[in-house]
């Protein structure tokens, strides 16, 4: 099922829910041993596969099933806008700086004043 954005957020939390229950089961894991692997409840996981769940308990399964990594797909990180880059780039040399200090300490060696 590809989600729209006409979709009802209940819905598309019982489709997740729904491919949670398809991902452990795939797994051959109960729903006990996935709440002991996630350090949550039983009934936390059973409410996760109906859809009804924290994120931070649904990041905790991902990490039971070993799909954490699904994440950056969900929501990847976005790109720096051009601006954003020019301004963690800062300010770019043009000139190089010279050896003014052995400069001056010859200058100031040769005159004898």
């Known amino acids: 099922m590809q989600f729209h954005r006409s979709d009802f957020p209940i819905s598309i939390a019982e489709a ?22 996630a350090w949550i409840s039983r009934r936390t996981v059973l409410n996760a596969e109906k859809g009804d769940v924290r994120l931070a308990d649904l990041i905790a399964i991902l990490q039971a099933l070993d799909l954490v990594d699904h994440l950056n797909l969900f929501l990847p990180e976005p790109p720096l806008s051009p601006i954003q880059l020019l301004k963690l780039r800062g300010k770019l040399r043009k000139r190089a700086s010279g050896k003014t200090e052995k400069l001056n300490n010859k200058s100031s060696e040769s005159l004898d004043w």
């Open 16 to 37: 997740l829910g729904d491919r949670l229950k398809r991902a452990r089961l795939n797994k051959n894991l109960t729903q006990n041993e996935v709440a002991q692997l």
